[in-house]
């Protein structure tokens, strides 16, 4: 017995079905083509938004701060460290800054920052609420207490102060170069970490004194916020690894926001400088980021650090 023929398709069918198929697949598609490349789309959009500001500020907005803040930002995402001990420095020897202006526009440059780093790491669900309350209790108040004091001591000493901030800066960059090599040769024991950790009331009276103390040397240096807090984060709390990174950088924008508005209101922020290095620095952290995995970041940072510690011995040397 002979088969049936196939019935023959409509053309409206062909309109409905077959064209219908590779319509909803086309759009289905766009939208994951946009989420895979949208750092690259929103790292182009922020170069046209930054061609636009140059073309209308151009006279307030200094590119070579900017190409400082590419640089800056790059290195930030290629190796996870915090702009605050890498700008000073720079804004310091190379653009002349007094350092009560270092610190103010740096401090606030990293508070904007890390903004979108403790962003992220909230959305991941790595972020030690708690731990990051009891930090920021102690180091709110303290580095407002930091900003206060160099506040009082330019108006009685003026232009002396600057001998003792490069002292207080270098002496916290050469810190913070050791720091950072110890960072790298440390290695947490997974099998201790625990995602979750309850502190006691001993624990949180030495995390409120932990926060305080970094508060204070953020305040008076604009340097520590992150490289300190992290090693100490690492040794003396059983959390794992992303929570420790979690908790400090979120912490770090909560404490670098505090420190900028403190600067901000003594006349310590140039917000011009900071838009320029911005406009650098968010592009070249993306693109970094998006490095980490094809660089040693581990050696970067060692020669990252034998720099800052160059640069604190330096910085010790001009005062």
């Known amino acids: 017995m ?17 064209q219908a198929a590779p319509t909803a697949c086309g759009r289905r598609r766009l939208p994951a083509l946009l989420h895979t490349y949208r ?7 922020w ?3 930054g061609g636009v500001l140059f073309a209308v500020l151009g006279s307030n907005l200094n590119p070579y701060l900017t190409l400082t ?10 190796t996870g460290m915090g702009g605050g001990a890498l700008m000073t420095p720079v804004l310091i020897f190379f653009f002349g800054f007094k350092p009560t202006f270092a610190i103010g526009t740096d401090v606030t440059y990293s508070a904007i920052t890390k903004v979108f780093g403790a962003w992220r790491h909230w959305r991941q669900g790595s ?10 209790m102690g180091s709110v108040p303290a580095t407002v207490f930091g900003v206060s004091i160099i506040h009082f001591l330019k108006n009685a000493y003026g232009d ?15 810190v913070v170069g050791v720091t950072l090599v110890v960072r790298s040769v440390v290695r947490a024991e997974a099998v201790r970490r625990r995602e979750n950790i309850t502190l006691s009331l001993r624990s949180k009276l030495l995390t409120v004194t932990l926060g305080a103390a970094t508060g204070f040397v953020v305040g008076l240096t604009s340097v520590g916020s992150g490289t300190f807090l992290g090693l100490f984060l690492l040794v003396v709390y059983p959390l ?7 908790t400090d950088v979120f912490h770090a924008a909560i404490l670098l926001g505090a420190a900028s508005l403190a600067q901000a209101s003594i006349g310590n922020v140039k917000p011009w400088m900071v838009l320029a290095l ?9 693109i970094g980021s998006h490095l980490t995995l094809r660089t040693p970041s581990r050696l970067l940072r060692i020669v990252l650090a034998i720099v800052l510690f160059l640069s604190g011995i330096a910085l010790l040397g001009k005062a």
């Not at 750092?39 to 959009?45: I, K, M, N, Q, V």
């Not at 803040?69 to 290629?78: R, T």
């Not at 911005?278 to 993306?286: R, Y």
């Open 39 to 45: 750092w690259w789309l929103a790292t182009g959009g």
């Open 160 to 174: 002396r102060l600057d001998t003792v901030l490069y002292r207080l800066i270098g002496s916290a960059l050469v």
């Open 2 to 18: 002979s088969e049936p023929l196939p019935r023959a398709v409509t053309l409206e069918e062909v309109q409905e079905g077959g």
């Open 278 to 286: 911005l406009l650098g620095s968010i592009p070249g952290i993306v």
């Open 240 to 246: 794992t690894t992303s929570r420790v990174v979690g």
């Open 127 to 136: 972020v030690d609420v708690p731990l990051t309350l009891y930090l920021a």
């Open 47 to 49: 170069t046209v938004l």
């Open 69 to 78: 803040g590419l640089i800056i930002g790059f290195l930030i995402g290629l």
